[in-house]
């Protein structure tokens, strides 16, 4: 049942969240360059959840192994895809938002009015770059247990992680690991330029009276703070699943509950980052207002 209802409350979240961008994108309603990159990380949420966490609810209900060997490799290659973008999209949007917000007698100032023309291709290239490093995941699932004695084997509840062949090992941990070291390591810096940055104007906020502050300053310094709880949340979760895959690997059989507890804390961000986006958003209340005054029809939002 913790499956379900983390899957359920986290596909919800992302729906509405993506209801959300999508019906301020449409009405032109105080729509910020993010909300694009938010979009997309909605999306690579809902695949994560649906590809983590509807097998394992079904595994949780005595369901023990019912892919075929294809169903197998394409729920993992799915997962880390949309695990990647997740990824990719937490740090794009630290990255921007350390340009949107940085001074202008920084090295940054001359990219602040262009950053909005690279929304979209990095978004674009986001999701290619993860349908291509990913393809080495299929290579290290399958769906039956094989008795070879130079095979590590590892059983997942709905498939066997396998390991036979050194060389997709080394390929799937240069190419997915140097991926995700890179992410966090540039969200990391870019989330501490930001901190840095609203220390600053905290400061020289101090020596000027509230009344004389500019509005699009405060507002700036809410979302930074939004992303900055988005980006701690991130990675909070993501060392916690790392440490455990870690000593999951090294285990070389772990046991039934420790797979399901990485489960339930690799899908936690999913879950937990479109409250976190809803609640620190003030557009969030005015919308659903709008939209109960307008009564505006579901499906006209996506047409």
Known sequence: MIFLSQTIVGILGNFFLLYHYTYLELTRYTVRHTDLILRHLTVANSLVLLSKGVPQTMAAFGLKHFLSDIGCKLVFYVHRVGRGVCIGHTCLLSIFQAITISPTDSWWAEMKSQTHKFLGLSNVLCWIL???????????????????????????????????????LMFHNVFLLSYDVSCVGIMIWASGSMVFILYRHKRRVQHIHSTNLSPSSSLES????SILVLVI?????????????????????????????SALITSGFPTVSPLVLLIRDRRTLRVSSACLRRSVPFHNLFM
């Not at 440490?243 to 797979?259: E, G, K």
């Open 130 to 168: 993860n349908l291509l490093v990913s393809i080495v995941v299929p290579m290290c699932v399958t769906h039956e247990w094989t008795s070879k004695n130079n095979t590590r084997k590892m059983d997942l509840g709905y498939c066997y992680g396998v390991v036979d062949n050194r060389i997709a």
């Open 222 to 225: 809410r979302v930074t703070r």
């Open 233 to 261: 949340t991130f990675v909070s979760f993501y060392t916690s699943s790392h440490i455990l895959i870690l000593y999951m690997v090294l285990s070389h059989n772990p046991s039934r509950w420790l797979v399901s507890i």
